[in-house]
């Protein structure tokens, strides 16, 4: 996949699923602005695009504000010209029960997941409505966004709200020919690890320097950053110039398509619903097969 001529910004790129996107799309050819709230790892991942050939910049600050993303675009067009791929990457996480979540634990998580996708997006689209040829709006959402996480309140609340707004974005910038999809990415990376039974395994893999056994890769769809990166730079290419408005999977062996919520079973009353009538016939009508919630517990295989 060629991106020779393309300039992307990555959040949050200074580590972590981050860090393989930013790398796998200058691998590519695509000039990149690496942001992290840690310059230092930032400027890390700089250097050592640089030392492969590749062309990279950094802008050290944390996202959420309007003005952290019009830095962003603005650090993108200085030093390489134009802006091609905005990925939305950078999150933080506050992990408490509902009981127990503070009002500071969702604010922090919601402003930088949902607000800080938000306003680069918007930086983003101001800047390639502009340039008038394109552009693309990679947005990163989570599996927890789409079936819900226990002590993921904020978390999971704003990945879902990223897949609304990609699917939203995706028709207000269709005339642009900018695309806007959210990846929904499995990978091990350190809140991976705390997940019961799959910490052991990905250490295991790690330490031996050997492949993630099977039941990993395919039957968890779970394998390392690098698994992932490839979506995003298929995304940011002119190969998927037809695919927007989607939320892609994507971890070890396994690339899925996330269906959007709809309507799963109807049921009819002449005049209209009363509460009785609900429960008389819910459990026989549009209630008799109930969706199923949260992240399935990974299934270990027995020794």
Request: charged residues 20%; contains cysteine.
């Amino acid at each position: 996949m060629d991106l020779s001529g393309k300039v992307a910004v990555v959040t949050g790129a200074g580590r972590g699923l981050g860090r393989a996107y930013a790398e796998a799309l200058a691998a590519a050819g695509a000039a990149v602005v690496v942001n992290d709230v840690d310059g230092g790892s930032a400027a890390e991942v700089a250097e050592g695009i640089a030392a492969r050939g590749g062309r990279a910049a950094t802008v050290a600050a944390p996202v959420g504000s309007a003005e952290v993303a019009d830095r962003l675009v603005a650090a993108a067009v200085k030093e390489f010209g134009r802006l091609d791929v905005m990925v939305t990457n950078a999150g933080i996480l506050r992990d408490r029960v509902l009981w127990k979540m503070s009002d500071e634990d969702f604010d922090a998580v919601i402003d930088v997941h949902l607000r800080g996708t938000f306003t680069c997006a918007r930086a983003a689209a101001v800047r390639m409505r502009e340039q008038g040829t394109g552009g693309r709006l990679i947005l990163v959402s989570s599996p927890a966004g789409q079936r819900g996480n226990f002590g993921q309140t904020n978390y999971a609340a704003a990945k879902a709200g990223i897949v609304a707004m990609a699917r939203t974005w995706a028709m207000e910038l269709a005339r642009a020919n900018i695309t806007v999809n959210a990846v929904v990415p499995v990978a091990a990376t350190e809140m991976t690890r705390t997940v019961p039974g799959l910490g052991p395994a990905i250490e295991e893999a790690e330490r031996s320097g050997g492949r993630f056994p099977e039941w990993l890769r395919k039957g968890e769809g779970l394998g390392t950053t690098e698994d992932v990166a490839p979506l995003v730079v298929f995304l940011a290419s002119d190969a998927a110039a037809d695919v927007t408005g989607q939320a892609i999977g994507i971890g070890g062996d396994r690339l899925a398509l996330w269906a959007h919520p709809r309507e799963k079973a109807v049921g009819y009353a002449d005049g209209g619903w009363s509460a009785d009538a609900i429960a008389a016939s819910w459990r026989t009508g549009p209630g008799a097969e109930p969706e199923t919630y949260g992240v399935p517990a990974p299934r270990i295989p027995e020794r």
